[in-house]
């Protein structure tokens, strides 16, 4: 006897997706010539905002302002600037531009280092006398030639700065040159 597993069943939802956030929808009924966008109805009231206030001006044209509100109310109700809604571009620019210079690091304003002067020294060394010879390679029947000694240089140096080797290792090598070369 098998058992027979139930189908399952799963089920998703994208009206949410599919339909931008509007105003003046409620379940079956919505208002004439609507749903409105955030969008559209800014741009009512403030063009009916100021149509009212500049009658003065305008009323010698006549209904074509009042069209060109409707028409302007009509073209932002799906508008996108960049892939975005117009609200959230104007507050991505709002943020852009009060934003510093230089940038945040940290959340804290991104400042470039006071100019400082740098002092050092350095060493030349000839480069023949560092690279140890194997012993393999040397021709049979031939003396081992003595290994020169290598040249320092000395870079003038900061008088804040000591003048001895700076690092281990070059103390190391130091205090092998004192006694002698290496063993």
Same mark, same amino acid.
């Given at each position: ?7 399952? *069943? ?12 509007? !105003? #003046?929808? $409620? %379940? ?21 905002? %100021? ?15 009042? $069209?060109?509100? #409707? *028409?302007?109310?009509? %073209? ?8 975005? &809604?117009? !609200? =959230? ?5 709002? !943020? ?5 210079? #230089?940038?945040? !690091?940290?959340?804290? $304003? ?14 030349? @060394?000839? &480069?023949?006398?560092? $690279?140890? *010879? ?13 290994? &020169?000694?290598?040249?320092?240089? @000395?870079? &003038? ?6 003048? #001895?080797?700076?690092?281990? *290792?070059? =103390?190391?090598?130091?205090? %092998? @040159? ?6």
């Amino acid at each position: 006897m098998s058992a027979v597993s139930p189908v399952r *069943v799963g089920r998703f939802y994208t009206s949410a997706r599919r339909h931008p956030w509007v !105003l #003046g929808k $409620v %379940a079956d009924w919505k208002i004439p010539l609507g749903p409105y966008t955030p969008a559209q109805i800014a741009v009512a009231v403030g063009g009916g905002f %100021a149509l009212f206030k500049s009658i003065a001006v305008w009323s010698w044209m006549g209904p074509v302002p009042v $069209v060109a509100w #409707g *028409v302007a109310i009509w %073209a932002v109700r799906r508008p996108k600037v960049r892939g975005r &809604a117009p !609200l =959230q571009a104007a507050l991505g620019w709002m !943020l852009l531009v009060w934003q510093p210079a #230089g940038g945040r !690091l940290g959340g804290r $304003v991104a400042r470039d280092r006071a100019a400082r002067s740098l002092f050092g020294g350095f060493t030349i @060394e000839d &480069a023949s006398s560092t $690279v140890p *010879v194997p012993s393999s390679s040397r021709r049979a029947g031939r003396p081992a030639r003595r290994r &020169a000694r290598p040249r320092r240089i @000395e870079a &003038a140096v900061h008088p804040s700065q000591p003048s #001895g080797p700076a690092s281990q *290792v070059q =103390q190391l090598l130091a205090l %092998a @040159e004192r006694a002698g070369g290496a063993r």
